[in-house]
């Protein structure tokens, strides 16, 4: 995490992932009632990350049909 926020900085880091953080944590804390910290803790990261690939997913779609020839990132 660390590296990651160092690398990109901390703005861009809030501008990417804050909206599936923010959804994330929604989600954890209404429906994950596990009984362990631990558990409702990776149940939490995993979703974040789960929300954040799928949507860095579409939008890199998303941009690469209106940039028609685009050479790929």
Sequence with gaps: MYTLLRSVGFRTFLIQEAPYLTVAFLIASLYYKWGSF???ALGFLA???AL???GNFVVDR??????QGAPPR
């Excluded at 998303?62 to 940039?67: A, Y």
Aim: neutral net charge; hydrophobic residues 40%.
């Design 38 to 40: 631990g558990a409702e």
């Design 47 to 49: 979703t974040w990350f």
């Design 52 to 54: 954040s690939a799928v």
């Design 62 to 67: 998303v941009r690469g049909d209106r940039s």
